[in-house]
């Protein structure tokens, strides 16, 4: 496992908004977020049960949530393009929600595909 910087320490002990503020920055500024993948992507559940698709703003922090169910995956990034125009409609369609920003000792921010797609695209107008 890579040992983060520690200005991402400062981030993973954000609360889960402030995270979710940091993501959007962040992905809109890089242009690609990350998932973990083997075989597939990792998937997680809320707690009614819904799946829930994890994403992060750098592959450090989706490196530190690879474990105990998820330790064979791998951080693998998805295009700003991709993620706004196939993987959140797809999500929407399969009723999975986007996983904002997952840390090891907390979920995400779980929120529907069209508000972290309106999130997104109001950052990326400001570029």
């Known amino acids: 496992m890579t040992k983060i910087p ?3 320490e400062a981030v993973l002990r954000l ?3 402030k995270r979710f503020e940091h993501f959007v920055k962040v992905v809109a500024d890089r242009e690609q977020a990350w998932g973990l993948f083997q075989d597939g992507w990792a998937l997680a559940a809320d707690d009614e049960g819904f799946s829930v698709f ?3 703003p750098a592959a450090e922090y989706a490196e ?3 474990r105990d169910e998820w330790r064979n ?3 693998k990034p998805v295009s700003v393009e991709v993620l706004m ?3 959140l409609p797809r999500l929407e369609r399969e009723k999975v929600l986007p996983g904002v920003f997952y840390t090891p000792e907390n979920k995400g921010v779980t ?3 069209e508000e972290l797609a309106a999130a997104l695209e109001a950052e990326l ?3």
Do not use: N
């Open 54 to 56: 994890p994403l992060w």
């Open 125 to 127: 107008s400001k570029y």
């Open 64 to 66: 530190l949530c690879a």
């Open 15 to 17: 609360q889960g908004p």
């Open 6 to 8: 520690k200005s991402f």
């Open 85 to 87: 125009g196939e993987l």
């Open 111 to 113: 929120i529907r595909s």
């Open 73 to 75: 995956y791998a951080p």
